[in-house]
């Protein structure tokens, strides 16, 4: 199998597809590599498509310890994926834990993205929510490990912005239920603990966000309630951000409707290669409703 080792000496498995520039999917927290089937085989007829597997998530290393895992290592490791293969740069393209990442890896390693696709983004992010989200990342900790994986999935798998995935397409949701269920239970805990309740909230990285200059997606679904006023948020703060939101859809939006997020991404990709991606005109920002002064 293959695999790329980490600075602190975790094995992270890949798996990659195609030829061409590069594409690297990072996967959301209740997902695993497997989410990305469906972009790995449209986009790897002209990309050199990468995913693989967070620490803490099989067939990668599952650490012990709730301190090797944090935002800033889930970040390195997409960059310790590329060194291994030996790609200077990538497109990176990452859904919900994934799209945290692929923010930060904007912020920490700029010169090494060729773009950014920032999907499913905003858990906890809001300042009103921030305790409340902490709260709920220790009840499923706490659930993961005193009742198993294939438990928790029962439950965790439906949340208010999951459903929507069922109703669309129920053969879909329960292979992602299935297979939510087979990840490690120890992983899964101290993903939360050390990575989704230790992350700082997006609304404390104005600065950042406004210094980034990579061609920036942001995506999301309009039912994806926590991730709406984020989105909002990164597109007014990223010069070099659009912002795209799918109809009827809620959070796991690259399952649930595969056709639409390949295309939005694949139209984003397509500009960026082809150098017409902009960055926004200041004059866009005016302090003006119209433009016209009194």
């Avoid at 594409?23 to 790995?40: I, N």
């Avoid at 310890?65 to 990538?90: C, E, F, N, P, W």
Wanted: hydrophobic residues 40%.
């Amino acid at each position: 199998m293959p695999y790329a080792t980490t600075d602190d000496g975790v094995r992270l498995w890949f798996e990659e597809t195609g030829a061409g520039s590069p594409v690297v999917f990072v996967h959301e927290f209740a997902a695993d590599h497997r989410s990305w089937e469906a972009q790995m085989r449209h986009f790897g007829q002209r990309h050199r498509c990468i995913t693989y597997g967070a620490r803490g998530y099989p067939p990668s290393n599952v650490p012990e310890k709730a301190s090797s895992y944090s935002q800033v290592r889930a970040t390195d490791d997409i960059a310790a994926v590329m060194d291994h293969l030996g790609i200077a740069k990538a497109h990176i393209v990452g859904l919900s834990m994934g799209g945290f990442a692929t923010l930060h890896f904007g912020f920490r390693h700029p010169a090494r993205a060729l773009s950014l696709v920032v999907a499913g983004v905003g858990y906890g992010a809001e300042k009103e929510q921030q305790a409340k989200f902490r709260a709920e990342v220790e009840v499923v900790a706490k659930s993961l490990l005193e009742e198993g994986m294939v438990a928790f999935a029962g439950k965790y798998a439906y949340g208010p912005t999951r459903v929507q995935f069922e109703n669309k397409d129920p053969r879909g949701f329960a292979q992602f239920k299935k297979e939510l269920g087979e990840h490690s239970a120890l992983g899964s805990a101290n993903t939360q603990i050390g990575v989704q309740g230790a992350r700082p909230s997006l609304y404390e990285l104005v600065d950042e966000m406004r210094a980034l200059a990579v061609p920036t997606l942001v995506l999301t679904g309009d039912e994806d309630w926590p991730c709406l006023a984020p989105a909002l948020l990164m597109k007014r703060e990223i010069a070099s951000a659009a912002l795209a939101v799918m109809p009827n859809c809620g959070h796991t939006i690259n399952l649930e409707d595969p056709d639409q997020f390949n295309r939005i991404v694949g139209d984003f990709i397509g500009q960026v290669e082809a150098g017409r991606w902009p960055k926004r005109d200041p004059r866009a920002m005016s302090a003006s409703i119209t433009g016209m002064k009194s």
